[in-house]
């Protein structure tokens, strides 16, 4: 079974700093590129990161880049966003989804695989 888990989020304090992880199961890692999309409350999904499948290439939204870092341990089947210099506009659930090239579209049936989702709350 295809598995995508999402977890690291929590509360965090406007500045502060979290490390999401995605671990994957059911499928070869390693072959696939790696995204992460948010939602907001109230807003649709937007795309965060994407990096490829033996992340040496990445790329950003232009509303974190500069303040998150996406990367992956192909050894681990895992992978991780970086995020630092936190704001409340940062407040969403963070979701990892595999695909057989990088993308950077929010439509999910481009994807082969999607998450569940973990949530970020940053607030004072």
């Known amino acids: 079974e295809v598995q995508l888990v999402e977890s690291g989020g929590g509360l965090v304090q406007p500045g502060g700093s979290l490390r999401l992880s995605c671990a994957a199961s059911?499928?070869?890692?390693?072959?696939?590129?790696m995204s992460w999309v948010r939602q907001a409350p109230g807003k649709g999904v937007e795309w965060v990161s994407a990096?490829?499948?033996?992340?040496?290439?990445?790329a950003y939204a232009g509303s974190v880049k500069g303040r998150f870092t996406i990367s992956r341990d192909n050894a681990k089947n895992t992978l991780y966003l970086q995020m630092n210099s936190l704001t409340p506009e940062d407040t969403a659930v963070y979701t990892c989804?595999?695909?057989?090239?990088?993308?950077?579209?929010?439509?999910?049936?481009?994807?082969?695989?999607w998450g569940q989702g973990t949530q970020v709350t940053v607030s004072s």
């Open positions: 990096i490829n499948s033996d992340g040496g290439s990445t």
């Open positions: 989804a595999a695909s057989l090239r990088v993308l950077r579209t929010t439509i999910r049936n481009l994807y082969s695989a």
């Open positions: 059911g499928f070869t890692f390693s072959v696939y590129a």
